[in-house]
C-alpha cells in the first residue's frame, strides 16, 4: 500500500504543452512537497504547500486538503524541464511518491 | 553557503565491510534525514533526527545507525554492508516548517 501515489508515472509532451502531474494522498499531512530530480541525480525542492496554491516561474502547486490531492503543473514546457518530479508528505512520517518522469521534446 | 554536503559521492563496498557516510549543514535546520533511493521504489526513509541527541528510525532502518552530536552532522554508519544495501543514499535538511527540504548530492554505493 502506498501511502502517496502519483500519476502519471511516465510523460511525454512536446515544447510548449501544458503539463499536469497529480499526487494523491491517504494520510493525514501537515505539509506536501514537489520535488525535482534531473538526470544527474540532484533533488531540488520546488514547492513545500498545506494549503491552496503556490506559483514560482513557469511551476504552479496546488493543494487540495479536503480531497488529498495536489497537482503541479508546467506551462509552456521545455526540454530542460525534463526530469523526474517527486510528491512527498509530512505526516507522523515522511512519505514519497515514486515519482513522474517527464521528457519534453524540442 | 554550502547547504548540504554529503560525501563521498562514490563508494564500493565488499560484503561484510563497514563506512561511514557522512552528512553537514550549515542552514541550522533541525531535522536531518537519511533515504535510499532504488528503482521503481522512490525514496525511502531510513533514519532522522528532529535535532542533536535525538534519532529515530523511518521506513527501512535496519543495517543502519546514525547519531546526531551536532546540529550540523548526521553520520550515517553501515556496520557490515550487504548485498542489499546497494543504492543511492540521500541526506535532507528541513527547517521545520520554514522551508522545503534541502538535499545532499547523493551517495551511489555498491556493495560487492
Known amino acids: 500500500k502506498n501511502e502517496v501515489e502519483q500519476s502519471p508515472q511516465n510523460l511525454t509532451a512536446q515544447e510548449g504543452e501544458f503539463i499536469t502531474i497529480n499526487c494523491s494522498y491517504s494520510?493525514?499531512?501537515?505539509?506536501l512537497h514537489w520535488l525535482q530530480q534531473h538526470p544527474g541525480g540532484g533533488i531540488v525542492s520546488l514547492f513545500m504547500?498545506?494549503?491552496g496554491k503556490k506559483k514560482h516561474g513557469r511551476l504552479i502547486a496546488t493543494i487540495n486538503i479536503q480531497e488529498k490531492h495536489s497537482s503541479l503543473h508546467i506551462t509552456a514546457s521545455h526540454p530542460r524541464d525534463s526530469a523526474v518530479y517527486i510528491c512527498a508528505v509530512t505526516g507522523n512520517q515522511f512519505y514519497f511518491g515514486t515519482g513522474t518522469s517527464l521528457t519534453v521534446i524540442p | 553557503n554550502a547547504g548540504v554536503t554529503q560525501t563521498p559521492k562514490f563508494q564500493v563496498l565488499k560484503t561484510g565491510q563497514s563506512m561511514t557516510l557522512q552528512c553537514a549543514q550549515d542552514m541550522n535546520h533541525e531535522y536531518m534525514s537519511w533515504y535510499r533511493q532504488d528503482p521503481g521504489m522512490g525514496l525511502r526513509l531510513i533514519h532522522y533526527s528532529v535535532g542533536a541527541g535525538i534519532t529515530d528510525q523511518g521506513e527501512v532502518p535496519n543495517g543502519y545507525n546514525v547519531s546526531r552530536s551536532t546540529t550540523e552532522d548526521f553520520p550515517l554508519r553501515l556496520l557490515s554492508a550487504a548485498p542489499s544495501q546497494t543504492s543511492v543514499y540521500f541526506c535532507a535538511t528541513e527547517g521545520l516548517g520554514r522551508g522545503g527540504y534541502t538535499f545532499g548530492s547523493g551517495t551511489r554505493l555498491t556493495v560487492v
Open positions: 504547500l498545506s494549503s
Open positions: 494520510v493525514g499531512i501537515s505539509a
